[in-house]
């Protein structure tokens, strides 16, 4: 019943800047950590950033100083800010959710993935 859907992803030269968003919808359910992850041609998925409910944030140290996230919990919405792109941040940027229902049950939530790409 709940999806998150992103955007904002695309083709931008090193140095540049994007921003991602996230909307998390359904009924019924209350957003905890979310979080930002990507994953490149040939590696791992890797975690990129979190924000906590209370908007508390924790950062990869590869993109520390460059990116931020942030999350507007009216909208249920998460953002990653990223600036001073390089090359090697090209990637697929996957945003995840922890999701509870009033119920009990915790789920994972996953975005479909956005593509960002960055030129030299």
């Known amino acids: 019943q709940v999806q998150l859907v992103e955007s904002g992803g695309g083709l931008v030269q090193a140095g540049g800047s994007l921003r991602l968003s996230c909307a998390v919808s359904?009924?019924?359910?209350?957003?905890?950590?979310m979080s930002w992850y990507r994953q490149a041609p040939g590696k791992q998925r890797e975690l990129v950033a979190t924000?906590?409910?209370?908007?508390?944030?924790n950062y990869a140290d590869s993109v520390n100083g460059r990116f931020t996230i942030s999350r507007d919990n009216a909208k249920n919405t998460v953002y990653l800010q990223m600036n001073s792109l390089k090359p090697e941040d090209t990637a697929v940027y996957y945003c995840h959710a922890v999701v509870k229902s009033p119920y009990g049950s915790v789920l994972d939530c996953w975005g479909q993935g956005t593509q960002v790409t960055v030129s030299s």
């Open positions: 924000v906590t409910s209370s908007f508390t944030t």
């Open positions: 359904g009924r019924d359910f209350s957003v905890n950590v």
